[in-house]
């Protein structure tokens, strides 16, 4: 028994959750199963002709099956959105800011973005074109048909000219189904793209506005001390500590308004910590000491 009774009970309480469920493991056991294997065996039940050879059903409904099944597979990959709630827990469990947390966040969805596009554009050549069409497109973009990396390498080229609206023009359309993938591509990156301006616009308002509080408070600090002819040391000196204080009182106002916020039993608890670790922190001979709760 590695686990204690009530975590084993909890374990066998999610499993079987999971397996009555047919949202979950029934869905995902039966997208599951290898295509790829699937199309080469319905391939080898038919003739030239297109025609089954095989009592196992008619080769138009083995093809529809196989349809019903990659879009079941297409709506799996909704699960993947599951993926930002890594974000929550690396913000709760690391040191991370808030504005870090940000950038990351949007730098993993417009790469996640860029790669499924550049997969599906090369799924949707592979189905629109000929075996033949496809090598001679890749040669003569300088790419070997062979190598998996220059292939997604030239797809990904593609969908970041899309992305980032440039449009060099070496890669383009050459087919219907091709067209319709670029017009659902471009309103996508244009969604997209809205939705990360915004939230860096964001994020940098709200630093532009904190760095505009420090440098006018102090403009007036250096202003007063030019007025009274004060020696360039001691206005260094004056001014690194200016900047020091504004920086701490700022962040004991956001402090102070947040336990205001805070029901009284959650103030209480948290009272003393702002008050007292936060100022004898700064003093360098006693800030290793540690907590009363560690140090018992």
């Known amino acids: 028994s590695l686990f204690p009774p009530r975590r084993r009970r909890r374990r066998q309480a999610v499993g079987w959750y999971y397996v009555?469920?047919?949202?979950?493991?029934w869905f995902d056991l039966f997208t599951s199963i290898p295509l790829s294997w699937v199309d080469w065996w319905f391939l080898n039940q038919c003739d030239d002709d297109g025609n089954s050879t095989s009592n196992v059903g008619g080769g138009l409904a083995n093809s529809a099956l196989l349809r019903v099944v990659k879009t079941l597979r297409i709506l799996k990959l909704g699960r993947l959105l599951?993926?930002?709630k890594i974000f929550s827990v690396l913000t709760e469990r690391l040191d991370i800011s808030p504005s870090r947390m940000r950038f990351l966040k949007l730098f993993v969805l417009l790469g996640g973005a860029m790669h499924l596009f550049a997969c599906a554009f090369y799924r949707v050549k592979k189905e629109s074109c000929t075996d033949e069409a496809?090598?001679?497109?890749?040669i003569a973009h300088a790419v070997d048909p062979g190598d998996v990396g220059q292939v997604y390498m030239v797809c990904l080229y593609f969908v970041c000219t899309v992305f980032t609206t440039v449009g060099f023009g070496d890669i383009y359309a050459t087919n219907f189904d091709e067209r319709i993938f670029c017009i659902v591509m471009m309103c996508a990156a244009a969604c997209l793209f809205g939705i990360i301006l915004s939230e860096l616009q964001?994020?940098?308002a709200v630093?532009?506005?904190?760095s505009r509080e420090l440098d006018d408070h102090m403009e007036s600090v250096i202003t007063i001390l030019k007025e009274n002819s004060v020696t360039p040391e001691v206005e260094k000196a004056l001014t690194s500590w200016m900047r020091f204080e504004f920086s701490c009182k700022r962040a004991d106002e956001q402090s102070h308004d947040m336990i205001e916020r805070l029901p009284v039993s959650l103030r209480e608890m948290l009272a003393g910590?702002?008050?007292?670790?936060?100022?004898?922190s700064r003093v360098g001979i006693i800030s290793w000491i540690p907590d009363g709760e560690e140090s018992c």
Not at 20 to 25: G, I, K, Q, V
Not at 134 to 138: I, P
Not at 207 to 210: A, E, F, G, K, V
Request: charged content about 15%; aromatic content about 28%; overall charge positive.
């Open 20 to 25: 009555s469920n047919p949202a979950y493991f």
């Open 82 to 84: 599951k993926i930002f």
């Open 134 to 138: 496809v090598q001679e497109w890749l």
């Open 202 to 204: 964001q994020i940098f």
């Open 207 to 210: 630093t532009n506005t904190r």
């Open 273 to 280: 910590t702002f008050a007292y670790r936060g100022l004898f």
